[in-house]
């Protein structure tokens, strides 16, 4: 088979001999070991973290933030540090096979031109904290500095914005109240964080006297928009509202694991018809952004949560790196998938490898035995933005190196910095 | 730092200067990104059943053995299935750091020819089974084949065997006592699947009226040469038998995982000093060789299983893989870690990759960050066989290509197999 693009676009599918005879004068480029695939979608990134890779571990979820991760974002984070971080990321991920990310960071404003310069897609999340921090004071000031991003990226095809209100338990209600009407008017996502762990649970009876899922249904956030990430404190009433409240649930096995947070149900949730996606979380508590590698582990956990080895199959794995999220998003008619009309982000993977031998079935490989370093070519909106596992366009030794700079200046100031 | 090397052995391990003056005529290889870590050590594993990877996946044990795995064993394999099989198996690990296998298959003395032609270090398992198989028909028969291969490989320094009974339920109180008099008499290891999953703890109820712990101390094969597989299913007293009596536990956190089997409790035997190795299983639950791979899955599950993100710390899963590999093997003297004496089994990880920038910790991108793929030089008792990537003695394609021509055969007779 082939795969036809034309500007930004998929223009047909159609046999190998077809194509030729079809677009005569097309350049074309010949993958006969290769599996092609939509673009993986990372549905829950804090890239410009990737300069915190590997700088605390095996702590618990307040230890990590208060003592390690807090005061050196206090210290360091501004724009040349998102910028430097969500290109070492963007790098990541593409050599990975990842095509677009749904990132909440701040400064999205610089985020958003780094994606742009790299020709890579994303979601921008315009981030809301009850707290003041180097990007902006207060609430309002979150919520303005946010639409100014929105505003002045309008008609690029790369990027949407979201609200990325950062939790439940540190947004208020008014908070919530405008950001709501806000993601209605301009038919935008709420990307948050919920959930994540049993303290959570306890902290909204204590502020709001009922469940996290109950206040955020009554103030009207449970709706298709919703992006909810982590989602591992989920009764079975709660799976119920979720699934006639049409949420989108972010599932990030691997952070999850690692800090010890609790399990996402995801065969309960399947069951329901929930529509599930996949996101890496920050590099600081993965530790890597591949994605490939989080569906993996996706659907190994799914069957030990569950007991149960037939739930979230290979082929439903790969649904949530691609459709699924491209759903979530609300852009299934434009990404997700191969389909003629669609922008073409793509990513093939070369399955001639000895982890990839012999072949079966190719989605079980994909999934259970494939490794992102197996993909060899990535394509956003048409672009080839990988090339025999090169890039074409970033420039690689430069990123590394910067990365290599922010961690002198990072590890000299762990004394300074309290961290 | 330098190591020297000279045979099979590591001679020195010291500043880089010092080894430039002691051995001035010797060859050396500079890895300047690197880090050089003792060769992983893969504590279980069915080689040959590479060729079955993603065979069949997606399904509950007693189908996905009964319905698909034993058809198609019953079909295909012989010396012939199992040295194709072996020799991939090899590969994949080699190319992931994997400097020695614990093996429990059919036809060992293919699978020990195989890892001597290699040059790769094994412990062969004999295997014990019930049933008949292509290799044995009956208890006395597989026992006899086994010390027959044990003998015949006397003196070589690459391999040790191990009696391989396949589990509590399916070897007689009668073949255990053969097999524990002839451990105890030629102090060899006994390699079993112990308590894989739920069904094991009703069954040995209902066969023995007395649990699978309870039966196995009484006949007394709980001590340190004991290498008990998969342990979902530990209840407090039987952890504290299990510290009590030494034995030693294989961890195969990605196969229990897919298929739901249930969960080791990793960080309460932590807490009683239980040496705790990691093994990957055949690639056909798996479904790759990657113990890299699989010390990052069991760091996260630990975690996640305990609620608790301080459990199994990136070091402890390096030891893991390495120095509780070679002391459940009664080889620490020998293996498993960098040491003048020792023999000298290394792997090299080029740290200059995307997903291993910045670096704050080694240890923490080894376990968290770290893709098996930056592995680029191996030795196996002094012998490089893996250089900048590449092998230096096996023929990958001869490999890659017999393992494609038997998944034809294999998909072929997958009616007539009944599978």
Redesign the interface.
Known sequence: MAVAMEGERIVAVLPRADAFARFQDASHVELPRHVLLPGFINMHTHSAMS?L???A?????QA?LNDHIWPVEKAFVGPKFVHDGTR?AM??ML?GGTTCFNDNYFFPEVTAAAAVAAGMRASIGLPVIDVPTAWADHVDDYINKGLKVSSGWQGETLLSTAFAPHAPYSVDDEAFGRIIALSARHDMRVHMHVLES?WEVGESLRQHGKSTLDRLNDLGLLNERLLAVHMTQLGASDIALLSDTNVNIIHCP?S????????CPVARLLEQDINLALGTDG?AS?????LL?EAR?A???A??V??????L??FEALEMLTINAATALGQAQEIGSIEAGKLADMCALDM?F??S?????VV??LI??A???QVTHVWVGGRMLLEDSSFTGMD?DEI?DR??R??VR??AGRGATGA
């Open positions: 300069l890779r590997g700088y571990d095996d702590l618990n979820l990590w070492l790098a990541e050599r049993e691997e999850n694991l690692k800090l010890g947070d609790g399990f590099a993965n530790n890597n952004l591949d590698a582990t659907a190994l956990l069957k030990g569950a007991a149960d080895p037939c739930t199959k290979a001639d000895l982890q031998t012999p072949m079966y079935d079980s490989h259970y035995a490794s992102s370093q690689l590394i990365a290599k922010w961690a990072i590890a």
